[in-house]
């Protein structure tokens, strides 16, 4: 089992330019989520999802959109990038409600300038 | 909103030295959760807390769940370098499926 894989690991971007992570999880979890991490700011929710086909907004959804088309993949696109968006993405899953024992995947560094 | 507040954010200790640290929400929570988040990598799941005034051990780490279900603290004894990392606190949100994590507390081990 790979677990929670991210797709890229790296990226630079210029404002303005839209972009879209992929998370993929093989473990069969019905819950998805997408934080980011800043220094000093642990982990911010950004959206999430409780099953294929459902998303809702996070603590930080501004700027981002999310869609859950398929059981084991959730996506996260930013439209249009803004330097306040330089952050590291982590995606996760669980099996159970609540976001109990989440898995996380390797997360995406992201650079926009 | 609900928050969950972790001090302290930073700790650095000698090896062998032990290590708490505490994490407290402002509304009551159904559980809370502790994960692990080595330098350069993701968070690690590390274990549940439900009861009021549970604790539970793995090794040299013990958590605990205060009574009031509103905090919790983890403490390691003789800390070792493979400790390090930082160590949050997650608390359910308000909505389901969500989770508030703590800012974190950054462990720094000197041999």
């Known amino acids: 089992n790979a677990g929670v894989t991210q797709t890229p690991k790296f990226r630079v971007l210029k404002t303005g330019q839209s972009m879209t992570l992929l998370c993929a999880q093989d473990m069969n979890h019905e819950y998805m989520y997408w934080y980011r991490q800043d220094p000093g700011m642990g982990l911010r929710l950004i959206h999430y999802s409780v099953g294929e086909g459902t998303t809702a907004k996070g603590e930080v959804p501004d700027g981002y959109n999310v869609s859950r088309l398929k059981k084991q993949n959730f996506l996260l696109g930013l439209e249009s990038a803004a330097p306040s968006q330089t952050s590291v993405y982590f995606c996760?899953?669980?099996?159970?409600?609540?976001?109990?024992?989440?898995?996380f995947g390797p997360g995406t560094r992201l650079t926009v300038l | 909103g609900q928050q969950v507040m972790q001090i302290p954010q930073y700790q650095h200790v000698q090896e062998g030295e032990d290590f708490t640290t505490y994490c407290n929400s402002s509304t009551t929570l159904s559980n809370i959760q502790w994960y692990k988040q080595r330098p350069g990598g993701h968070p690690v799941f590390l274990i549940q807390l439900v009861k009021s005034g549970e604790v539970k051990k793995q090794k040299r780490l013990t958590f605990q769940f205060g009574e009031a279900k509103k905090n919790s603290s983890l403490h390691i004894t003789a800390t070792q370098t493979t400790d390090v990392g930082t160590y949050f606190c997650?608390?359910?949100?308000?909505?389901?499926?969500?989770?508030?994590f703590g800012q974190g507390t950054e462990l720094s081990v000197k041999p």
């Open positions: 996760a899953s669980s099996l159970l409600a609540g976001g109990i024992g989440q898995f």
């Open positions: 997650a608390g359910p949100g308000n909505q389901g499926g969500k989770l508030i």
